[in-house]
């Protein structure tokens, strides 16, 4: 009897044990999807905001035309301008107008790249990245006309050969992020007969060193010109560089011509043209340099290389417009299926799109996406991957993060450092639309209380912000709920505001300010040609004019000017416009609370 009583014993205590370790594995369990859906959400809130961004960035690419069309002042007395706008006249000069002018000084300390390149020399622009060495300018434009002397002998379209002993390595967009491709290099191998890579296009723009990110490309690719293959990507675009960073980062080191620039009338069309004093025919729709006409895209092959660059696959049928990025299409499986099928191909590999993983999958496994830029939006947003493919076997898929500050934090940590980013950022969002989403909500409001179903305050938000995020589940982050589930909805603007810069100037010159912000800067460094910083008040009038005049923004001049005279602090009848915008800034209460509690600490 004593043996059966401590074997009952024994089996209460086990089953006792099992039943706590299912409820910590349930509590576990759950607990990780509450937090993978909270990453989920501050990503679609990241993807929404950046995709609405692209969106009006390719309208303000409609408004330069409008500019060259209506500015009538620029085209006749600053040609120069609408040159510096629409082209580069890069071509026009020799290989040693540029070289000759460049020395450099024996205190160089930089890598010192051979001519012709080899193997060597990959290895030493790497080696000397990592040591945050500056390639001199001297050396970057012996590898930028290297590389285009070597791009225009080849095709548009490339072609290479893999085999059961041969793979290949494809890489997504990096957009700056240097450490991904010392990652993917490290891990992977660099570039070679026997390694080639194909890099998918974005190398530049949003992160902070697209240049050496470049300069390691050009350089591999000059070594192995059959083994790297270099797709673009709608950042590889000067309209887009001057919007996302690129630009700033380089300056007037090269440019690229612009698909997002309308094309340019051909003969026949119905614009007017007039020759100007630089021998550039400008037109109702842009310039045409003197040269081969077929160097200039048509409408139709605009539309096509637009479609090729920003279009994104889902899973509807049918083709349909990108409504999110504003330009290109949406394509479903039957014409993923339909293409392929054309071309006999067996799938479509390409890239575009962030994904939490760093792929994706999708079209019954004929389209994948792979994203190479881990921690896109905030570190530890997403992973970056690369793929290995080869004759007969199916796609192998890598995955990595990097991190640094975040590598020691828990899981949740990093998911309320990734959402707290996104909140934010959504917020900013808000507070631009503030006088309009007051009197959306106030029409709603027809009692007058205050309130508002969160039904109500979730259609509010979708139809003002025009973004396409789960309202109702942000809203326990967004808004104050009472016990009846009705929204207090003057509470989404409490914690938040533009900090105003003139105390006079009514807030909803403040916000029309704070929301076209890029556009506006995105113009001011257009007009402002020579990079001074500084543009006339005359040009920052009549650039406002048009502007206000093409976005239909009901602005009064009189309020616009009196702004401006004011920022003008030392009255030199110029305008810092960099400070002009940084004074728009918004305020956060909740981080003001965030430091005090941390100093208290």
């Known amino acids: 009897m004593g043996c059966g009583t401590s074997s009952s014993v024994k089996d209460k205590k086990s089953e006792k044990a099992l039943k706590a370790a299912l409820v910590i594995q349930n509590w576990y369990r759950g607990r990780s999807a509450q937090l993978k859906t909270r990453q989920r959400y501050a990503l679609t809130i990241f993807q929404s905001i950046e995709y609405a961004d692209e969106q009006g960035q390719l309208q303000l690419s409609n408004f330069f035309s409008f500019m060259l069309e209506n500015y009538t002042r620029v085209l006749e007395e600053d040609s120069e301008l609408v040159t510096h706008l629409l082209g580069s006249n890069i071509q026009d000069k020799d290989r040693q107008d540029y070289l000759g002018l460049i020395d ?24 000397a990245f990592k040591q945050q060495q500056i390639l001199h300018a001297y050396y970057v434009l012996e590898v930028l006309f290297e590389t285009k002397k070597l791009l225009q002998q080849m095709p548009n379209f490339t072609h290479t050969k893999t085999s059961p002993s041969k793979e290949i390595t494809i890489c997504g967009d990096l957009h700056g992020k240097l450490d991904d491709l010392f990652l993917i290099y490290s891990k992977n191998g660099l570039p070679s007969v026997s390694n080639p890579y194909v890099f998918n296009g974005d190398f530049v723009d949003r992160g902070k060193n697209s240049m050496e990110i470049l300069m390691i490309l050009f350089v591999s690719f000059l070594v192995y010109p059959n083994d790297l293959h270099l797709n673009r990507g709608n950042h590889e675009d000067f309209m887009m560089n001057k919007r996302y960073g690129f630009t700033k980062e380089v300056l007037n080191k090269y440019k690229l011509k612009s698909v997002l620039m309308p094309p ?20 109702a729709r842009g310039i045409r340099r003197n040269g081969s006409l077929s160097e200039q895209l048509t409408k139709h092959e605009w539309e096509q290389v637009i479609d090729i660059l920003w279009s994104d696959p889902r899973g509807k049928r049918g083709c349909y417009p990108n409504t999110s990025r504003g330009g290109g299409c949406y394509f479903g499986p039957d014409i993923t299926s339909r293409i392929l099928n054309k071309y006999q191909l067996k799938m479509l590999i390409r890239s575009h799109e962030c994904k939490p993983e760093g792929y994706e999958i999708c079209h019954d496994g004929k389209v994948i996406t792979v994203f190479s830029a881990s921690n896109y939006y905030e570190e530890g947003s997403n992973r970056g991957a690369y793929i290995r493919v080869s004759s007969g076997t199916p796609p192998r898929f890598f995955q990595y993060q990097m991190t640094r500050a975040t590598c020691l934090r828990p899981l949740y940590q990093r998911v309320n450092a990734v959402e707290s980013s996104a909140i934010r950022m959504l917020k900013e969002r808000m507070i631009s639309r503030k006088t309009d989403l007051i009197r959306v909500f106030q029409l709603q409001d027809c009692s007058k209380s205050g309130k508002l179903s969160v039904g109500q305050w979730a259609f509010s938000m979708e139809n003002v912000l025009g973004l396409n995020l789960p309202w109702r589940s942000l809203s326990s982050r967004l808004v104050t709920t009472d016990k009846d589930g009705n929204t207090d909805y003057m509470s989404s603007f409490q914690d938040i505001h533009i900090q105003k810069p003139v105390k006079e100037v009514q807030s909803t010159l403040i916000e029309t300010v704070y929301r076209y912000r890029s556009d506006l800067q995105m113009i001011f460094n257009v007009i402002d040609s020579d990079h001074s910083g500084l543009i006339s008040m005359e040009e920052f009038r009549s650039m406002w004019k048009l502007f206000t005049s093409y976005y239909s923004v009901c602005i009064d001049d009189s309020q616009l000017d009196e702004l401006a005279e004011r920022m003008d602090l030392n009255k030199d009848g110029s305008i810092d416009f960099n400070e002009f915008l940084k004074a728009f800034y918004v305020v956060h209460k909740f981080d003001k609370l965030n430091k005090s509690d941390t100093k208290d600490a």
Not at 104 to 127: A, K, M, N
Not at 264 to 283: F, H, L, S, Y
């Open 104 to 127: 450099v000084p024996d205190s160089y300390c930089g890598p010192r790249l051979q001519f012709p390149l080899t193997f060597t020399d990959i290895d030493l622009l790497i080696e």
């Open 264 to 283: 340019i009338p051909i003969d026949g069309d119905r614009a007017t043209e007039k020759e100007n004093k630089v021998g550039t025919t400008i037109t």
